[in-house]
């Protein structure tokens, strides 16, 4: 699998995988994701629309020490890395992938924004994002003290720059696949995840875990779920050529 193959995945507690998918007219449940999906690619074909739920205990934020630069970051940092819609049991900031049929060739789009990393009130924010690879990537520090943007894939950092407070944003393009693990030098309690692919077949969830991806061929494919804590889940399923395709997974 072109992103997922190089992310270790550890996954917590058993991982229960529910999936229903079939070609869909009308369901009051999905109106918003199939009047307008989200997925990257504007490709017409077949929508593959989910939920990715949660329904485990969901740890209280922990509060993270900061030893310099407390007159802007603050004494303590609080981080919620699990982040469950308490309603919907919906998992936030869960990256969905589907891979290539075998011997299916990527397309390739275009952005109509770049992708953007901000240095802000002492977090990077997004803190979880997927791109796909050559897009390009801008740095901003939006904080009055100054920051370090080190972003590491497999091991080895990829980039490393000092982001001086006031200072122009930072250009790169994405050029390595996989997990991208971003991290401040200066502020150790900073840190983010970009999972770059060579495909445009990616979404990110919303708050209550909803995604939507086009664009994919028909076939058997293999749908993959990657998330910080509890780690990567697949499962195979048949896109028809037309219509809508919904699959719920489900960490337990």
């Known amino acids: 699998m072109t992103g997922y193959h190089r992310i270790s995945a550890q996954a917590l507690g058993r991982i229960l995988v529910v999936v229903m998918f079939f070609v869909v007219a009308g369901l009051a449940d999905w109106s918003p994701l199939l009047a307008a999906p989200q997925s990257s690619s504007e490709s017409t074909g077949p929508v593959i629309v989910g939920r990715i739920l949660y329904r485990g205990p969901v740890p209280a934020p922990t509060q993270l020490a900061v030893n310099r630069d407390t007159d802007v970051c603050g004494v303590t940092i609080s981080t919620a890395s699990l982040s469950v819609d308490a309603g919907t049991h919906g998992l936030r900031n869960a990256v969905v992938h589907v891979d290539l049929a075998a011997g299916e060739v990527s397309a390739r789009i275009v952005f109509q924004s770049p992708a953007v990393v901000r240095n802000k009130d002492c977090r990077f924010q997004p803190h979880v994002a997927a791109a796909q690879m050559g897009d390009e990537v801008q740095i901003f520090n939006d904080d009055p003290v100054m920051h370090n943007t080190n972003i590491?894939?497999?091991?080895?950092?990829?980039?490393?720059?000092?982001?001086?407070?006031?200072?122009?944003?930072?250009?790169?393009?994405?050029?390595?696949?996989?997990?991208?693990?971003?991290?401040?030098?200066?502020?150790?309690?900073?840190?983010?995840?970009?999972?770059?692919?060579?495909?445009?077949?990616?979404?990110?969830?919303?708050?209550?875990?909803?995604?939507?991806?086009?664009?994919?061929?028909?076939?058997?494919?293999?749908?993959?779920v990657w998330h910080e804590i509890l780690g990567v889940v697949e499962k195979e399923v048949q896109v028809p050529a037309r219509g809508t395709v919904v699959v719920d997974l489900e960490y337990k």
């Open 152 to 224: 590491i894939v497999e091991n080895s950092t990829a980039l490393n720059v000092a982001m001086v407070a006031g200072g122009n944003p930072i250009k790169k393009r994405l050029k390595k696949l996989g997990l991208h693990l971003v991290k401040c030098n200066v502020h150790k309690f900073m840190q983010a995840y970009r999972v770059v692919f060579d495909d445009p077949y990616f979404d990110q969830t919303t708050e209550t875990g909803q995604f939507s991806i086009s664009g994919v061929s028909p076939g058997t494919h293999r749908i993959s």
